[in-house]
């Protein structure tokens, strides 16, 4: 649940929040039986307890193939990620990584926590894996393959260019994104999307990540991860650690900005990929992470806490965002929603304002000229009235008796 201070200024959070902690609550409830595909739903709710709501919305059969979809590409960035590892100790397992799933008894103990633990028993995701319907495992195996060739190029490859940028995104995430799309067309729930707009789908998540996580990749021991690329960032320091100091915040902004702009390129690409889905459940399951990342983006542009510690929404609007996100005239409506935002912050002296605006405006365009965005009252900016301490507490206590016997009733049924 959100804190009561949270509470308190955004008082319309508590009902989501209250649906989002039944949910989460049910989906742990709905871990199957057997021990390795609840290895894997366990696992899952660990390592992503978003995505591991997100995903609830699909039918059981995709919903299998994309869990495990998302926990060999999650082991395969735990070997990327090590930066214990060594380099020629590394390269060979990601290049084979798309062999091992079909190995039920191969396992490398790599990472740290919960992602420790996938890799010392990955047998149980390979165990699951060889479950799957073969159009599963040839696309999953294909997207493997794919991806580990290209972490591995980026193993010994600095991102120099906005080309790079863009082809290191495209491994890592994009390949994500044409892969989802081709598990969704062996449900025969979807036709085949272009591979340039899945592609899009999975840039723009992952440069909103690349963004919002530059403190912790530039402080990663016993190597900094550098994934801005030097195109950008040379232009306002000499050194992209530079940006993390307060004597640079002003050039840190602005460079942040810039790459906060960068990300924007892929937003229409992003909107025509979702309006062209036609299953609900895939829909909300494409849609809600894109509307994060917008909001997300929002936060993040022209705020110099990107560089001091962790930007998040908080977890009220993400509750409203997986409660509000159902059709694509909600996603019209907070693209747009988000997008005002943004603007809002645009500061004219900013060396990419223009560009930013224009950015901005693209979007909003897009969302206008669907004609479907919803006559609502946004819950994304500020509007609502705030409740008095006692009013809260009031909420809290209905709440907590209500919780109570929500978990009562499910106990008494097991």
């Not at 989906?27 to 591991?52: D, N, T």
Request: include cysteine; hydrophobic fraction near 40%.
């Amino acid at each position: 649940m959100g804190s009561l201070g949270a509470i308190l200024r955004h008082p319309s959070d508590f009902y989501p929040l209250m649906k989002l902690k039944m949910a989460a609550s049910n989906a742990e409830k709905q871990i199957p039986p057997q021990p390795h595909w609840g290895f894997c739903y366990s696992m899952l709710h660990k390592v992503s307890r978003s995505f591991a709501l997100v995903i609830q919305q699909l039918g059981t059969e995709l919903r299998d193939a994309v869990c495990i979809f998302y926990l060999v590409l999650r082991a395969l960035d735990t070997v990327e990620d090590d930066t214990s590892i060594p380099t020629d100790v590394k390269v060979p397992i990601l290049k084979a990584f798309h062999q091992h799933v079909y190995d039920n008894e191969w396992h490398f103990s790599c990472g740290t926590k919960e992602y420790k633990v996938l890799m010392d028993q990955f047998h149980h995701v390979s165990t699951a894996f060889l479950e799957l319907g073969k159009r599963y495992q040839e696309a999953i195996e294909e997207i493997t393959k794919r991806m580990g060739a290209g972490m591995a190029k980026f193993i010994c490859k600095e991102v120099e260019t906005i080309d790079d940028y863009d082809e290191y995104c495209h491994y890592v995430a994009g390949l994500v994104g044409l892969g989802l799309s081709k598990l969704f067309h062996a449900s025969g729930a979807e036709d085949l999307a272009p591979d340039s707009l899945s592609n899009s789908m999975g840039l723009f998540l992952q440069k909103t990540n690349i963004i919002r996580d530059y403190l912790e990749d530039i402080n990663e021991i016993p190597k900094s991860r550098m994934f801005w690329p030097r195109q950008i960032w040379s232009n306002y320091v000499n050194k992209l650690e530079d940006l993390k100091y307060e004597e640079n915040s002003e050039k840190a902004v602005q460079c942040l900005n810039d790459m906060v702009t960068n990300a924007l390129t892929h937003v229409e690409d992003c909107l025509t990929y979702m309006s062209a889905l036609r299953d609900p459940s895939i829909f909300r399951f494409c849609a809600i992470p894109q509307v994060m990342a917008i909001g997300t983006l929002a936060l993040c542009y022209n705020n110099i806490e990107v560089f001091r510690g962790v930007v998040k929404m908080r977890r009220g609007l993400t509750a409203k965002i997986i409660d509000r996100t159902r059709t694509m005239a909600d996603v019209y409506g907070a693209f747009y929603d988000f997008s005002c935002m943004l603007k809002s912050k645009v500061d004219k002296n900013d060396p990419n304002a223009t560009k930013t605006l224009s950015r901005i405006e693209a979007t909003q365009k897009s969302c206008r000229d669907a004609g479907l965005r919803n006559k609502r009252k946004s819950y994304i900016l500020p509007s609502e009235p705030r409740y008095s301490f006692v009013q809260v507490l009031v909420l809290l206590i209905i709440l907590a008796i209500f919780l109570a016997q929500f978990f009562a009733s499910r106990s008494s049924n097991y």
